[in-house]
């Protein structure tokens, strides 16, 4: 089987046949990477699928944790052919669990402003497909376990999840913290494989945006390694009330600066709103819009409404019939929400979600922000 596949994994994921990458010559059995990527391929195809017939019944809960490690995380040949695209072959997953979400409004003069507080933030786990990760151990009569410093091993027994991983992916520094925060954070995905998926789709789709940075930015991440952020924040369906929280806001960007404004100064958040805003249809040609932007808007709208096809439901379109929009339409509509937060401090986002054309051009006017991190 390795030798079947040796030429493939040469090609796709090492450019040039780089002598330096440990998965193209690792000795040993490649069956923990390989049953993943053939699981995901799989369901991957369950997943378009369920877009193309729309017709989900029910879905399924699972914990933050075991949605990340074991259908995602822990399949390095996947995550790794889209980093690599840009000579990136190490990546970091950085989780932050936000105090839940009050709605307050702290400066009515700027109500995009909402910083919020990290309770839990830290490194869960690294994928590096140049360097296999160091093995477990066993300390004289103690317990097996995976060092994740010279006096500090996470045993096998306490986490037996490590047993079976990649030998390409690692735990992080702050692997417990997250792991148990994670455990915490109970999710639903409707029809089950597709709803995962759907995550799984603004994910990878964030990890692609890494062909935006050049230069120094570009550079730095090829060396040190490419970090993603993933964030949850319990919050209300109803924006008014704080009681009764029912969903997770959750954020995806990469640690990495932008200048916010590009192009004649325009603003890159703004612009983002703007593309997400616009139906999934061109409304001359009919034609699908494919960019990055609508499969976001079309995956984040199937997690929150259970039918892809709700995906313009809240939209203001003159040319669509509102009559059955809900409140939760309205208040949601287009289901992703851009947020652009200072280099100096992540968390305190600027969420730019407006209702108006004045608005918006309000928010452009006042935006002092030159550079910083976009969610």
């Given at each position: ?119 839990v933030d830290g490194v869960f786990v690294e994928v590096d497909l140049k360097h296999k ?243």
């Open positions: 089987m390795h030798s079947l596949l040796k030429p493939w994994i040469t090609g796709l994921f090492v450019r040039d046949a780089d002598p330096d990458y440990d998965l193209v010559n690792f000795s040993g059995p490649l069956a923990r990477e390989i049953q993943p990527l053939l699981k995901f391929l799989m369901q991957k195809g369950a997943f378009w699928s369920g877009i193309s017939r729309d017709n989900n019944f029910g879905g399924e809960s699972a914990t933050a944790f075991d949605v990340l490690w074991n259908d995602f995380i822990n399949n390095p040949l996947y995550l790794g052919t889209i980093a690599k695209s840009e000579d990136i072959h190490r990546l970091r997953f950085r989780v932050i669990i936000y105090e839940p979400d009050t709605d307050e409004i702290l400066d009515a003069t700027r109500p995009e402003f909402r910083p919020k507080k990290p309770v990760r160091p093995g477990i151990v066993t300390n004289g009569n103690g317990p097996r376990g995976y060092p994740i410093s010279e006096d500090n091993n996470l045993s096998i027994d306490d986490y037996p999840e490590l047993e079976e991983m990649s030998d390409f992916v690692a735990p992080g520094r702050d692997y417990v913290a997250v792991r148990d925060a994670l455990e915490e954070c109970l999710l639903f995905f409707p029809g089950e494989v597709v709803g995962r998926h759907a995550f799984f789709t603004l994910i990878e789709n964030k990890i692609r945006n890494v062909k935006h940075f050049k230069g120094a930015a570009l550079r730095q991440m090829q060396q040190d390694g490419l970090e993603l952020c993933i964030s949850f924040q319990e919050r209300s369906v109803r924006q008014s009330q704080s009681e009764g929280r029912a969903l997770y806001s959750v954020g995806i960007w990469l640690n990495g600066l932008v200048k916010f404004r590009v192009k004649a100064g325009t603003l890159l958040p703004a612009t983002r709103f703007n593309n997400l805003s616009k139906g999934i249809m061109d409304e001359d040609t009919f034609a699908p819009r494919l960019g990055g932007s609508s499969q976001d808007k079309l995956c984040a709208s199937m997690l929150f409404n259970n039918f892809f096809l709700d995906v313009q439901n809240g939209d203001h379109n003159e040319l669509r019939d509102r009559s059955e929009d809900t409140e939760r339409d309205e208040a949601f509509y287009p289901w992703i929400t851009p947020a652009a937060s200072p280099a100096e401090d992540m968390h305190a986002d600027n969420e730019i979600k407006t209702k108006t054309e004045a608005e918006l051009a309000r928010v452009d006017r006042n935006f002092k922000l030159e550079h910083g991190f976009m969610n």
